[in-house]
Each structure stands twice: as structure tokens, then as C-alpha cells.
């Protein structure tokens, strides 16, 4: 079945620095990859709907500036978290979906982040 | 703005006894509603959507507009069935599109 490959799966970096998240479907082309985090015993919440080829579309209240989505190709988005701090440790997940209608989401295995 | 809510962070039951899982939601739309499961230390997967009407590992789930809820149902829980479940609404033209989940239901079936 499709399947869709996060990396890393956990990055401990220091604050001030960036990290790049990468997101691939590895079997399938993927149009559209949207990118979630999720805080401890919490939710899902839906960051940006990253489009091949076009601009990222990001959620009320996330810094497009301080995570940048890059969708360069049909099998390959990344988000990069800049100038990170320990607020944004957190567990991202990256999912996608193909082009036809109907198409389900498959969903990477998700990256631990932790700043310190 | 659309909303989901699955009342039971936590749910017990024997193996082998019914089990429901609650979701209910609110949008103004015409919503598309899915069951996504998490087994331990595995990702996120979708385990049936309410335009399939289909039952996948012995559950069911049911839109029910009047309701606004979707509840996961399986009469007969087995251990395997232990996992983290989300419910989730999609608001998009196409299937699987832009996705609001609820806060999930940790589901521990006992031998």
C-alpha cells in the first residue's frame, strides 16, 4: 500500500538553530501533504497544506516565517522549523495524498523535535 | 468553524463486550467524516469513512446529521482493538482534504 516516509523520526537541536523536517510518499505521487503538530495527550493540528509546485497555505496563527514548507516535488515536502525554541519542541507529522478524487491521506510516522 | 469532540479521552472494556466510541461535530457544511486509529508505536491510519459505508476489523460507524455525531461502534472488542482513535471531519470538495480531528479516545480492551 502507499506509504508515506518521515525523517528524521526525533532531532534534538539547540535553540536559535533550524531544523528540516522531510515528508516523502514513496510510492505514490502526492499533490497535496499537509503538516500537523501535536502537543502531549493533545490533538492533531493542522499547520499548512503544502501544493506541489505553488505556495504553502498556512493555518490562523502559524508563522510562515518560522516554518517553512518547501513542496518542490510530487514526491517531496519538507518544513523547516528557523531560529527554533524550546516552545516549539513538539511532535510534526506530515501526511499526503494522491491526486485522484477520493484519494485517502497516509500519514508519515511523525518527527519528535525537542529544543533545548 | 468546524469542530470535533470525542467526549472519552479514556476508554476500558472487556474483551469480548460491546464498545462505542463517541464522536459528534459541528459544521455549517456537508461534512465527510472518518475513523483514524493508532496502534502503539505505529502511524496514524485510516481505518473507515463514513462514504464508504463499509465495516473494517468489526467496526461501524454511522453519520447521523440529526445527531451531528459519528460514533465508532464494534459489538464484540477484541485486545487487539487497544489503540488510540481519532475522529476527524473533512470540510474539502475531495476526500481527505484538510482534516480537523478531534482529541483522540485511548481505547484498552482487557483480557
Known amino acids: 500500500g502507499a506509504v508515506v516516509s518521515q525523517h528524521p523520526s526525533w532531532v534534538i537541536c539547540k535553540s536559535g538553530t533550524s531544523v528540516k523536517i522531510e515528508c516523502r510518499s514513496l510510492?505514490?505521487?502526492?499533490?497535496?501533504m499537509f503538516w500537523y503538530r501535536q502537543f502531549p495527550k493533545q490533538s492533531l493540528m493542522l499547520m499548512a497544506t503544502?501544493?506541489?509546485?505553488?505556495?504553502?497555505?498556512?493555518e490562523q496563527g502559524v508563522e510562515k516565517d518560522k516554518f517553512l514548507i518547501n513542496h518542490a516535488s510530487l514526491t517531496l515536502s519538507t518544513l523547516t522549523v528557523t531560529s527554533a525554541h524550546p516552545e516549539d519542541s513538539s511532535f510534526y507529522i506530515c501526511?499526503?495524498?494522491?491526486?485522484?478524487?477520493?484519494?485517502?491521506?497516509?500519514f508519515g510516522n511523525g518527527t519528535r523535535l525537542t529544543v533545548t | 468553524a468546524q469542530r470535533v469532540t470525542q467526549p472519552e479521552k479514556l476508554l476500558s472494556v472487556f474483551k469480548g463486550a460491546p464498545v462505542e466510541l463517541k464522536c459528534n461535530y459541528s459544521y455549517s457544511g456537508s461534512p465527510e467524516l472518518f475513523w483514524y486509529v493508532q496502534y502503539s508505536r505505529q502511524r496514524l491510519q485510516l481505518l473507515l469513512r463514513h462514504i464508504s459505508r463499509e465495516s473494517i476489523k468489526g467496526f461501524t460507524a454511522d453519520l447521523n446529521k440529526g445527531e451531528t455525531s459519528f460514533h465508532l461502534k464494534k459489538p464484540f472488542a477484541q485486545e487487539e482493538d487497544s489503540a488510540m482513535y481519532y475522529c476527524a471531519l473533512s470540510e474539502g470538495e475531495t476526500s481527505g482534504s484538510r482534516l480537523t480531528f478531534g482529541e483522540g479516545t485511548q481505547l484498552t480492551v482487557n483480557p
Open positions: 501526511s499526503a495524498r494522491g491526486g485522484l478524487k477520493n484519494s485517502p491521506l497516509h
Open positions: 503544502s501544493n506541489e509546485g505553488s505556495k504553502a497555505t498556512y
Open positions: 510510492d505514490f505521487q502526492a499533490t497535496t
